[in-house]
């Protein structure tokens, strides 16, 4: 079966939905080991001191060398990974890249030198997005109807939040029962069983994930430079990359509410925790499968997108003004979960602009590499820009957080601007190619 190519019409409804899991797991859990200091930093920097990875005096500055690295070989790798992707056949790519990125899970549980580790979080790099992250989105197109991408992207952001969080709660039970164990060994045994499952991941799509009608851009061997082309000629790509741009600057900014209810309206840390763990993982449950459902009942994504940010831009701006009381605690509280459902759900569906303007299978995987490449942008700046201000206003926190708030409604403004500006284009155009 895996030898012949077929269509989304030619699998089972449960066979494209096993696909759809696959794909939408997997891109919550290859990435994982990189970004494992996010929430394990104190343990995971023990056991670089204990393994003599780091010393106590720099372990802090190892710890972000390293995400460094990885986060500066992943921007170099976005816009080629989707190249690649047009090149080479999703199943390929699926499980070279899963099980690529397995093996250096396991080399990385025993910890080697300072030196490898660099080495290994650039390998991590090309692992994760030039080999795998072009399929992320090509996946989820070549199993979908046109009209149907939408709801199943939005679904597909809906498992990615489900995964998220059973990991997160099965990765602490792990570390937390083996803290007695030593240093090392929590986090050793962490990486191996986050290595043993990606390689599981690779097994899976090496006897699942068949061949596609079309995934490949020409039959000829080699890089089309026609594809690229095509890609950088159409302003559909480029209108949906400056909206992805800019929704995914308020998108991550909207993380900044954590701060301001803790310096500035002084919320219980155990409340603010609660809300954070909801934001990061519950509300994606619901929020990309609802703005999934409705992009697909009203025919564009990008009115979607465009009304979330509209309302995204009002929330931001009364959060600027709301007054530090304690009698406001909890309608921040709301307003924090509110804006991060309405986030999670705009940026979601981000890449299905690229079905409203009939963005060509064959070239889809190049059109999200330089939607990758532009819209996550904002990683390589805000985190710093935030932190200059919060460090200027450090005697009155609340006057960082009021400018960090606006400035983030200026980003869903025109976030909803470059949306809109879509629609209008991507009407011109699919009116001519239908003509």
Not at 27 to 46: C, H, M, N, R, W
Not at 258 to 276: E, Q, R, S
């Amino acid at each position: 079966m895996l030898t012949q190519e077929r269509h989304a019409d030619d699998l089972t409804r449960f066979h494209r939905i096993f696909l759809l899991i696959l794909v939408s797991i997997g891109s919550s859990i290859i990435y994982t080991p990189a970004y494992l200091q996010y929430v394990f930093d104190e343990p995971l920097g023990k056991a670089l001191i204990a393994s003599g990875a780091a010393s106590q005096e720099n372990v802090a500055t190892t710890l972000g060398t390293l995400l460094a690295a990885y986060s500066w070989t992943a921007l170099v790798c976005y816009l080629p990974s989707g190249i690649v992707a047009d090149r080479v056949r999703v199943r390929t790519l699926a499980w070279v890249g899963f099980g690529s990125t397995a093996l250096l899970t396991y080399w990385y549980a025993f910890f080697p030198s300072y030196t490898m580790l660099i080495a290994l979080f650039v390998g991590m790099g090309i692992t994760t997005i030039l080999i795998w992250w072009g399929i992320r989105f090509k996946l989820v197109r070549l199993i979908s109807e046109e009209e149907a991408y939408s709801r199943n992207i939005g679904l597909s952001y809906g498992f990615y939040g489900l995964a998220g969080l059973i990991l997160g709660f099965v990765n602490a039970a792990i570390v937390s029962n083996l803290t007695d164990q030593g240093d090392i060994i929590p986090m050793r045994t962490l990486l191996l069983v986050l290595g043993s499952v990606i390689m599981l991941l690779a097994i899976l799509s090496f006897l699942f994930i068949p061949k596609f009608e079309g995934e490949i851009g020409s039959s000829e061997g080699g890089f089309n430079f026609k594809q690229l082309g095509q890609v950088l000629s159409n302003p559909v790509v480029w209108l949906a990359a400056l909206t992805l741009f800019f929704v995914y600057f308020f998108y991550t900014g909207v993380n900044q509410t954590t701060g301001y209810m803790n310096n500035v309206m002084n919320i219980a840390p155990g409340i603010v925790l609660v809300v954070g763990t909801v934001r990061t993982y519950g509300v994606s449950l619901i929020s990309a499968p609802f703005f999934g459902a409705v992009a697909e009942k009203l025919g564009s994504p990008s009115k979607v997108i465009g009304a979330g940010s509209v309302v995204v831009m009002i929330g931001l701006v009364i959060f600027a003004f709301l007054p530090a009381e304690a009698s406001l605690a909890y309608v921040a509280v709301a307003m924090a979960i509110l804006l991060a459902f309405i986030a999670n759900g705009v940026f979601g569906i981000c890449s299905s602009q690229l079905t409203e303007g009939k963005v060509p299978v064959s070239v889809f995987g190049t059109a999200t590499g330089l939607l990758s490449v532009i819209g996550f942008l904002p990683d390589t700046f805000s985190y710093i820009w935030f932190g200059s201000i919060r460090d200027a206003h450090q005697d009155n926190p609340a006057v960082a957080y009021n400018q960090i708030f606006l400035i983030l409604a200026g980003a869903a403004l025109i976030a909803a601007i470059c949306a809109f500006a879509l629609v209008v284009v991507a009407r011109k155009r699919n009116a001519r190619i239908d003509a």
